[in-house]
């Protein structure tokens, strides 16, 4: 079994930054993708980022030139770096890795940006 475990939310004003930790525990696969989503209550949650471990991370279009996902040593862990931080960018924000057909999800952690 795959626990994940997402940290580092908080409550930041607009402009500030945060970084978000992801670690995957288990028997974790190798070649995995994490993945990064986010959700505001009433809404759908929706795709922030993702990064197959070797490759180029992607960035949805409201997060591009903001948001750096990387990873970390170990091939079960990444960071979401959050800069320039908008009130619309408050959200639980869930880690997931996986791969083939399998997807672990980790509990999410609550960013809120508010003045």
């Known amino acids: 079994q795959v626990q994940v475990v997402e940290s580092g939310g908080g409550v930041v004003q607009p402009g500030g930054s945060l970084r978000l930790s992801c670690a995957a525990s288990?028997?974790?696969?190798?070649?995995?993708?994490i993945v990064w989503y986010r959700q505001t209550s009433g809404n759908e949650r929706e795709w922030v980022a993702g990064?197959?471990?070797?490759?180029?991370?992607n960035y949805a279009d409201f997060v591009q030139g903001r948001f750096t996902l990387s990873r970390g040593a170990t091939k079960n862990t990444a960071y979401l770096q959050m800069n320039a931080l908008k009130p619309e960018d408050t959200a639980v924000y869930y880690c997931t890795i996986g791969w083939g057909s399998t997807t672990y999800w980790g509990q999410g952690t609550q960013v809120t940006v508010s003045s």
């Open positions: 990064n197959v471990l070797g490759g180029n991370s």
């Open positions: 288990g028997s974790v696969f190798s070649k995995n993708t």
